[in-house]
């Protein structure tokens, strides 16, 4: 038994890995419809190498693939596995066992694998077909086949009998063989036109072999002053262009150091701010806790002015109720004396003499009577006056406290509107510090369009004059009547494939394409290549090989005309791209079949097996040159699309920015004048307070003096009263004395009248003396409130000594940080004006650096292009990028460009003549 294994993954319905083990004897697969076993006869086939979908059940390669359930996602990748086992050698190959893969992708590839070794499928094919199993020998019969065979005609059994007994391999040999004899004959028949083609033109190629030695000598000569020319102008631009290098680097070193300093500036700016705001935030409380303890000190002081102020009137009443005592303890006193010269003058006395005396008295209490009277009229006066000046103060206190709450609503609102102002100045200052930023960003994101502009432009006429120096003479015959073009500009490339294109068509590139073999004769003098298209006969070539690293017939994978087609596959119909040299050297000892191979690098291997190196680097210059050029025609439009874009959005800044500056010194203009508003209302309203103050104080006063009026009134009246009650009592006396006088005599009724008086004497001595006691005991009360009121004096003073001192210590935190404040400002103001001078050096150190990166560029563009037109005219260059001084591969020998500071005199015009001359000639 051959077969062993056959392993399964992603194969149509086989998502999973399965395997099948064919043990010895005879293996049946049963099981109901629809569950794969016909997929498993469809593996067998598509491993062996199988290419009919049609067999296989299937439309397409991705058909192959299991396509997904509802439970499992569909796969990227079917795998087959048929394992052999050849340990009898069956297989010609030195394995005991043979395991074949096939793989298929959705993208359309498929893998070989022979004991996990990629392979081509051809060569599957042919070991399945040495052991007997080719695809086509009906290893696997489907339903049906079996009658298919048996209703074949005998031809086709025959096909059969040869695929069964191992034949058909060696046909295949044989058909290769024919193919390749047909070939070669072809191949003859070609060399013998082209001898027969040649034969007429020997006396014209004998001619031009002079001229091609007279070329050579010519060639020669402009070779050794070009190396002279070009050793002068490679060492002049080198060293202009690393002059223009060391200047890049001073820019380059002065932006970083302005681009450091203005950090450390932008840094210093920041810690000012964080510093400003810091000692704003700590004045703010300081002025805060300022004025609240200066409208606790008002306040206590008013308070201790009131206080001191009682306190002085009741001293002063303290001193009147002392003159007060003294006058009645004088009055007593008097009364007492005589109370006591009636004591001892009552058994004296006459009755005349205590007339006499009662009279006096009485007109003395008289006069006291009516001096009381008069102080207690001019007392009410005056009380009616401060009473009336009282009301007067209170209503102006009313009309000032109302001014003064307008006044403080007033500033509260002007505060506010000060406030809104500020936040509004605030924001218009960032939002014109962020339009500045952009404005900056803006201007040099210009200048830098403007360099990379003017740097495209530059080197868009570096390559223009770099494409002029490649123009080739046959550039004079494209536009002659019949010639269509070289053929190098009829066909298009892909990139890749440039260099193999290159080295496949050779000089043949540069040959002309002609309508007709007319045209060609015409133009046979000078053009050794000519194309005449209803001449060129195209060759049918063989079914190129597959396998990996061969990318297909180069004329499939150039682009041209339809009309060119035949030209194409005449001159590429043989040729193979492959990746690289190891490539086609492997698939031309299989089966080279007449065919040539070209790597992606250029490097050409015939059908003889002889290999050709690199083709020359020259049109694919001139080829990347058109590119680059036409890259930067394009590049271009959007250049200049982006510079008007960026002048649009620099105009529309710099409108935006006079506009925010506009709306900042109309709102800095609102803001001084609201600031005006604010100062003056706020001096109305101090003086408005002080005035409320002054007559809260003129109020304070009048009342205390309406006190003080009120118990001198009461005062008075009491001593009225009692004087006019002396008075009466005396006068009583005296009517009783006068009336005894006249109807008593004798001095018994004397005597009753003195006794009289005596008691009357008495009971006023009494009087006096209660009035003294209640006057010493007002002075008691007043004395008590007066020592009150002196504690409390003396703790309103300490109060507000230490407010006062509260008040210095914060004025001492204020005045050092409002200074430091201003220093700040200024320091910033300083700071901001440098950081504007650094921007503004910044921005003109950014625009030279990049005149001197652009100048850089220049030279280097410049030197490139020299480089190009040394690699013109004096062949391939062995050079790093960009040297002081070239060396150049001059027929294998490697010879560098000589130092030259001085050039003779005519050289350049030598090299013309020499040019010119060469020119004529021709190549």
Known sequence: MYLKHLELQGFKSFAKRTIFDFNAGITAIVGPNGVGKSNIADAIRWVMG????????????????????????????????????????????????????????????????????????????????????????????????????LAMRPQERRTLFEEAAGITIYQSKRDSALRKLEATEENLRRVNDIIAEITPHLESLRRQAERAAEYDVASQELEENLKVWYGYQWQRQSAAFQEAKRVEKEKREALAGLQDRLRGLTQELKVFDSRQEELAQSLALWRKERDTLRQEQEGLLRGLAVSQERLRLLKRQEEEIDVELASLTRRSENQRLSVQELDLDSSGLSLQDRLSRAQELAFQLATRSAELRSQLSQIRERERDLLKERDEEREALTALRLQVSHLEGIVAEVEREKRALEVERGALAQERERQKAALEASLLRQNRLQAQEEEVEARYQVLGKMRRGFARPEAKAVSQEGVLGTLASLIEVPPPLEAALRAALGPLREGLVVQSWKDAERLMEGRPILFPLDSIKAPQSPPPPRGPGILGLASDQVKSAPRFRHLLQALLGYTLIVEDLATAKRVHREDAAGFQFVTLEGELLTSQGALIAGAPQFEGLERALEREMTSLEEEKPHIQEELRGAKERHDRLLSEMRTLEKREQKVGERLRAKEGDLSEHKTRLGRLLQEVEWRQTIETKAGEELEQIRASIADLSLQVGESEAQEKDTLAALARLQERMATWGGEGEESMAHLALLKERKENLEQLEAQIEAKEARKRDFSQEIETLTEEVKALEAQAKELSTRLTTLQGLIEPAEEELTSLERKQRRQEREEAHLRDGLHRCEVEHSQAISEVERWKDRLAALQGQIETDLEDLLVAPLPKQLTLDMDARLVSLPPISQIPQGLEKKIKRLKRRLRKIGP
């Open 50 to 149: 199988e290419q009919s979908y049609k067999s296989l059940r299937a439309r397409q390669g991705e058909d192959l693939i299991f396509a997904g359930s509802q439970g499992r996602a569909r796969l990227g990748m079917a795998e087959a596995v048929l394992t052999f086992d050849n340990t009898s050698g069956w297989l010609p190959i030195e394995y005991s066992e043979v395991a074949i893969a096939r793989r298929a992708y959705r993208s359309g590839e498929n893998e070989y694998l022979l004991n996990g070794n990629r392979v081509r499928r051809r060569e599957i094919v042919e070991l399945l077909v040495k052991g007997g199993l080719s695809s086509n020998a009906y290893t696997v019969i489907n339903q049906g086949l079996t009658d298919a065979a």
